[in-house]
């Protein structure tokens, strides 16, 4: 139990849709990044926000946007949906200051149709 | 561009045999992350290696970090099904601190 919520857990999309999808953590913790992890694929990193900015991104599209909010939780949004967007998507908190571990929600499965 | 190769891709081994998976690299990392996944659920955190030659032992897998921080390998002793799931390591970038993942060893020990 990582205190690494997500929701939703399921999600079916058409071509072309936008989607939201969310992340929180329990601790509060003020680094979020978002993974999109397709099937039989590594994690691949898309954005990180430390304190509601972005500060650092992945080979992703503009199309692929975030937020995050005074509370820290997260939002990953998604814009023009294509087919290969239809995948896992993770985020994940950094532990406490100094530490560099990761804690993940367990995610959600995005089909795009 | 910075990349994990992951060996084998899959394997699949009896119960109560050791097996050895593989993480390689030609750039350094500051740290290395192995992780298991299991199907429908995020990934979950075994370990952190930070230090070159780092061997660090949870139970039966033994977590190892090359001497020049470019590569690690993960041991297990006499697996149990238990033990299945995807293998994952992360290397975090000294340059910018992205996390960068391997595409993972799939598991499978059978009964």
């Known amino acids: 139990e990582t205190g690494v919520t997500q929701s939703p857990t399921h999600l079916i999309k058409t071509r072309g849709q936008q989607v939201t999808l969310r992340c929180s953590s329990q601790?509060?913790?003020?680094?979020v990044s978002w993974y999109q992890q397709a099937l039989g694929q590594g994690p691949q990193f898309i954005f990180q926000?430390?304190?509601?900015?972005?500060?650092g991104r992945g080979n992703f599209p503009p199309r692929f946007s975030g937020l995050q909010f005074p509370n820290y939780s997260s939002e990953l949004n998604v814009n023009a949906l294509e087919l290969d967007d239809s995948a896992l998507y993770l985020c994940?908190?950094?532990?406490?200051?100094?530490?560099?571990?990761?804690?993940f929600g367990p995610g959600t499965r995005l089909l795009v149709l | 561009t910075q990349l994990l190769e992951q060996s084998p891709q899959f394997l699949s081994i009896q119960e109560g045999e050791n097996l050895t998976v593989y993480c390689n690299s030609s750039?350094?990392?500051?740290?290395l992350q192995w992780y298991r996944q299991e199907p429908g659920e995020g990934p979950v955190l075994l370990v952190t290696?930070?230090?070159?030659?780092e061997v660090k032992k949870l139970k039966r897998l033994t977590f190892q970090f090359g001497d020049a921080r470019k590569d690690s390998s993960l041991h297990i002793t006499a697996a149990q099904p238990g033990d299945t799931g995807l293998y994952l390591c992360?290397?975090?970038?000294?340059?910018?601190?992205?996390?960068?993942f391997g595409k993972g060893t799939r598991l499978h020990i059978l009964p």
């Open positions: 994940a908190y950094k532990g406490k200051l100094g530490e560099e571990t990761q804690y």
């Open positions: 601790s509060g913790h003020n680094t």
């Open positions: 926000y430390y304190r509601e900015e972005e500060n």
């Open positions: 750039s350094v990392f500051s740290s």
């Open positions: 290696v930070v230090t070159g030659g």
């Open positions: 992360a290397g975090e970038s000294p340059r910018d601190d992205k996390i960068i």
